[in-house]
């Protein structure tokens, strides 16, 4: 099984300064890296996919990078609708899918 | 729009069973792999079972609940469901559905279920 490991486990960010989240992987998934947000009492919304792709509507300020094993998402100029908690997957190896245990990003 | 709409959470003791549904709109259902993720209380996601969209009897599940959960899916009706038996306590968690791309993200999700084992 793949580990997906997430750090830090919660990131206190002033609003409008950016974030940066990591996400390292036990083995190489290549790009097949996505990243979701979860809101409290929603499900969660896909983000990243590709390492580096944005889902439609996705606002630009929502970047994901990295390739093989190390992976980020950076957030810059953070608005009020962006704390929550990130999750990043990897579906490299199907079906045997596995997500980080996420990052809790919240207000300064 | 796509649309993914759990239903079948609820109240079962340990050792008991529950089905789980999803009812999915707004795309050609048949064309997608759905699978099925949990989030116990206050955890992380676990990914739990992916069924084909063009092989029915073409199923993956997670060492958790293999033996002990179905996938099945009806393209006609453009639903997919999850058997589960032999529930345990650490079941208890919200349950999701979500179509996968043909790249392995999963883009839509419903809004989830709530299952709860307990005596």
């Known amino acids: 099984e793949i580990v997906m490991t997430q750090s830090p486990a919660t990131l206190s960010v002033y609003p409008g300064e950016r974030a940066t989240l990591s996400c390292r992987a036990s083995?190489?998934?290549?790009?097949?890296l996505a990243w979701y947000q979860q809101n409290p009492g929603q499900a969660p919304r896909l983000l990243i996919y590709g390492a580096s792709n944005r889902a439609p509507g996705v606002p630009a300020r929502f970047n994901g990078s990295g390739s093989g094993t190390e992976f980020t998402l950076t957030i810059s100029s953070l608005q009020s609708e962006d704390f929550a908690v990130y999750y990043c997957h990897q579906y490299g190896y199907w079906p045997l899918y596995t997500f980080g245990q996420g990052t809790r990003l919240q207000i300064k | 729009e796509v649309q993914l709409v759990e239903s079948g959470g609820g109240l079962v003791k340990p050792g008991g069973s529950l089905r789980l549904s999803c009812a999915a709109s707004?795309?050609?259902?048949?064309?997608?792999?759905m699978v099925w993720v949990r989030q116990a209380p206050g955890k992380g996601l676990e990914w739990l079972s992916v069924i084909s969209g063009r092989d029915e009897s073409e199923t993956r599940y997670a060492d958790s609940v293999k033996g002990r959960f179905t996938i099945s899916r009806d393209n006609a009706k453009s639903s997919v469901s999850l058997h589960m038996n032999s529930l345990r306590a650490e079941d208890t968690a919200i349950y999701y559905c979500?179509?996968?791309?043909?790249?392995?993200?999963?883009?839509?999700w419903g809004l989830g279920t709530l299952v709860t084992v307990s005596s």
């Open positions: 707004g795309f050609t259902f048949s064309l997608y792999s």
């Open positions: 979500a179509r996968e791309t043909h790249e392995g993200d999963f883009d839509y």
């Open positions: 083995q190489s998934v290549h790009s097949k």
